[in-house]
Nanobody
C-alpha cells in the first residue's frame, strides 16, 4: 500500500514562487503516473500537472508556463515548482499516483488511486 505526504505549502504574495514536494513510500512508483491536483473551497478538484513513467509532463492550461512538475532520480519524490503565483492559485494541493495508465485523462481525479492529505497554498494580492 502506498503513502503520499505533501509539504512545501504556505502563504506568498502574488508573483511569488513556491515548491511543493510529495514523498512517496510503501510502494514502487517508478511505473506509475503521478500528478498534482488542487481544490479551492466550493470548487471541484482539478488536475494541475501530471508526469508519466518516462517523465513526460502534462499541464492544465491555467498553469502552463508557470508550473513545472518533476521527480527525483528514484521517482519517489514528486515536485511542483510554481512561479508567478496568482490569487486564483489559492487552494489545497494534493499529490496523487495512478496504478495504471490514465490514457487520455492524465488530469482527471478518477484516474488516480493513491492520494496524499494535501498542503495549503495561499496567494495574496
Amino acid at each position: 500500500q502506498g503513502q503520499l505526504v505533501e509539504s512545501g505549502g504556505g502563504s506568498v504574495q502574488s508573483g511569488g514562487s513556491l515548491r511543493l514536494s510529495c514523498a512517496a513510500s510503501g510502494s514502487t512508483y517508478s511505473k506509475y503516473y503521478m500528478a498534482w491536483f488542487r481544490q479551492a473551497p466550493g470548487k471541484e478538484r482539478e488536475g494541475v500537472a501530471a508526469i508519466d513513467s518516462v517523465r513526460r509532463a502534462t499541464y492544465a492550461d491555467s498553469v502552463e508556463g508557470r508550473f513545472t512538475i518533476s521527480q527525483d532520480a528514484s521517482r519517489n519524490t514528486l515536485f511542483l515548482h510554481m512561479n508567478n503565483l496568482d490569487p486564483a492559485d489559492t487552494a489545497m494541493y494534493y499529490c496523487a499516483a495512478a496504478s495504471g495508465n490514465p490514457g487520455s485523462f492524465p488530469l482527471h481525479p478518477r484516474s488516480y488511486y493513491y492520494w496524499g492529505q494535501g498542503t495549503q497554498v495561499t496567494v495574496s494580492s
